[in-house]
């Protein structure tokens, strides 16, 4: 094939083409490569090939290619990778890379296949940011459910600090006021402040508008911390919320905040299902488990009627409510951000009368390293 | 807290019951700081467990508790016909289920969070309601044993010396002298020991009012 015949079929690809020498340096890049990098093929070719990389690959590529002339193991080559790219204005951007090797006659070659995905991220991030944005309203919406509960958690501390300073004011008034109780009013009063502090603070982190991001979650603390909210709302209606915490479970990829939305739309159906239940009394049970695959399952298990199975799956979608108060967007949405973290979002009966839903989770993928690294500092 | 220390039937108690540690600690010491014998419990099953009938006493409970709720508990207090007067605690917004259970029986309610006074007020007027009760339950046994007494010509002529029919028209509607009516009239006021028509008047019209509420044989009528 002659030079130009092969050159104008490099020139051709969508992607971007750039074959480096075994000490760096760019012997080809195609026109794609010119565009997506803004530098003309004559500027670039002979240069070190980290010119198109940020730190801390800039400065550290010529170090990859040493370690793999010196040890043969391969990193990248043979395999793709996400990293970041620089255009010749400064401007960083996401790319897919992948390398494969070659051995010519002038020498060992590497070939480097471009692609941007700037694009895709755009896009990935807009729906996430959709996502975000439904999620929030669903908060307020779910609130608003709940305002009588939340009234009346915190009117609770509220009127008993009334009374505890009104019982104060009236042992003050005696001849011989007796001191030592007087410090304990103090103190209970205190307690109480901070316990009404804690439902309102609760309240505002769960209404605040939240990044979307991901991180590693210990399941047993973001039910733990959603309790207080849980509470407030089924003590309103006299039913009881038990919580049953495995011991040892697996790290799970998710967003707090979101997944206390799903945690809390299960609990606010099961107390909607349970006000008027002849069951009442037997309560709400929120368990978490060790799911299949290592994973992690929380179960929120009601003593309601149930939900009729000519509904089946229709209560997972948007609209579907049989609730006077709230836009019944509250299952979509809790079904959107389980499967948005890789998880499930089931229904079943229970076994005992009554509604059972299952939030099933993936554990991390990184989660087996997490645990060592943690271990290692130990 | 809770002081079990024996207690004169009839010297005032106040029942406490609230499932919310905190509020049924700080009414405990409010109670404390006025001098009220109280006793507190944390769930309506174990008030019913400890309420003694014959105690001179109200019960000040909260309306929202798992378990029985204050209402149930009211309810189930009406089916043993232990009618203790009742001081409802609400929270915001119960108000409709605050004036459901005035309807159904002896109850006055307080909305979190009050006045001290408000309260202390409202629990004196239970507890004076509470003993003119068992007050007038002892009278009405000792009534009703001396009505056991008069002849049924007697009984019938103190019925309608009761709805205020004047000697003549009974003389007259009875076909006897209006001087047999005077007899009579003086030996259902001997046997009943009272001394002057009013009181007569009023310890019937009580009798009369509960028998004609509960006719015998049936449970309380809603």
Known sequence: MAMSELQALLDAAVDAIIVIDD??????????????????????????????????????????????????????????????????????????LSVGEAHTANGRRFVGIIRDLSAQRAT??????????????????????????IAHEINQPLSAIATYAQAARRILERDQ?????????????????????????????????????????????????????????????????TTKYANDLAVVRGNEVQLQQVLLNLTRNAVDAMRGSLSKHLGILVETQKGPDGGVTITVADHGPGVSSHLGDA???????????GLGVGLAISRTIVQSCGGTLTYRDNPAGGAVFAVELPVAKDDYSEQEEAAAER | MNKKKPLQKDSPLVYLVDDDDA????????????????AVYSSALEFLEAYD?????????DIRMPGLSGLELQQRLNEERAYVPVIFITGHGDVPMAVNAMKSGAADFIQKPFRDQDLLDRIHKALARDGETRKWRGQEKVIRER????????AEVMQRVVKGQANKVIALDLGVSQ?????????????????????????IGKINEIDGARPSGTAAAQ
């Open chain 1, 23 to 96: 000490r760096g340096a760019i012997t080809t890049f195609n026109a794609a490569a010119e565009r997506l990098f803004g530098y003309a093929a004559a500027e670039v070719l002979d240069k070190p090939v980290d010119l198109l990389m940020p730190e801390p690959y800039h400065s550290e590529h010529k170090g990859y290619i040493d370690r793999y002339l010196a040890t043969g193991e391969p990193r990248i080559i043979g395999v793709g990778r996400e990293v970041v790219g620089r255009r010749a204005n400064g401007e960083t951007f996401p790319i897919a």
């Open chain 1, 124 to 149: 990935e991030l807009r729906a996430r940011s959709i996502e975000g944005r439904l999620a929030h309203v669903g908060r307020f919406d779910l609130m608003g459910e709940m305002a009588a509960g």
């Open chain 1, 177 to 241: 006021p007796a001191m030592t109780t007087l410090i304990d009013v103090c103190r209970k009063i205190d307690e109480q402040a901070l316990r009404a502090g804690r439902v309102i603070e609760n309240l505002r982190k769960f209404i605040k508008k939240q990044d979307v991001r991901t991180e590693s979650l210990d399941v047993n603390a973001v039910v733990k911390d959603i309790m207080n909210l849980v509470d407030a709302d089924a003590h309103a209606e006299g039913i009881r919320v």
């Open chain 1, 315 to 325: 209560i997972f979608h948007p609209f579907v409510t049989t609730k006077r108060d």
């Open chain 2, 23 to 38: 509020i049924r600690d700080s009414l405990s010491l409010l109670l404390q700081s006025v001098g009220l014998e109280h």
């Open chain 2, 53 to 61: 009938r014959d105690q001179h006493s109200c019960l000040v409970t």
């Open chain 2, 147 to 154: 009505l056991a007494l008069l002849t049924p010509r007697e």
């Open chain 2, 179 to 203: 001087r047999t009516v005077e007899l009579h009239r003086a030996r259902v006021m001997h046997k009943l020991k009272m001394r002057s028509l009013a009181d007569l008047v009023s310890a």
